[in-house]
C-alpha cells in the first residue's frame, strides 16, 4: 500500500500519518508526520527516481533498463520535476495560521495576533 498517498474509503481524501512504531524495539511516536516528496510520489515514479539515482543520471543507462527512447526518458524526468515542485510549494504564513487554529493549536487571539 502507498501510505505516503493513500485516500480515505469514505471521503476520497487524502489520509494522514499520524502514527508510527519501530519495528525493532516497538516504541511507538504519536503525532502529525508529513511523507517525504518523494514518497508522495506513484510507486512506478519512485522507482524510475530510485533507478536514475543509483544509474547517476544516465540516461543512455535509463533507455536500456526501461526500455524507452531517450526522448521519453527526457519527458518522464520533466513530469517528475513537475510533481516534485507542487510538493515543494510552500502554504502561505496565513494559511499555516488558520490550519493551527482549525485543529485547536492556536487559540483564536493567538491567530489574530499571528496574522496581525
Known sequence: MDIANAKCGSCGELMEIIRLQCF??????????????????????QVFVVAF?????????????????????????????AKLDRVFDLPSPSAVVLDQLACGDISVDEALKRLG
Do not use: W
Not at 32 to 38: D, G, H, I, K, T
Open 24 to 45: 525493532d524495539c516497538g516504541i511507538v511516536m504519536d503525532g502529525r508526520f508529513e511523507a517525504s516528496a518523494l514518497a508522495r510520489l506513484a510507486p512506478e515514479d
Open 53 to 81: 539515482l543509483r544509474h547517476h543520471g544516465s540516461l543512455k543507462q535509463m533507455e536500456r533498463i526501461f526500455d524507452i527512447s531517450y526522448p521519453t526518458v527526457k519527458n518522464r524526468l520533466h513530469a517528475l520535476n
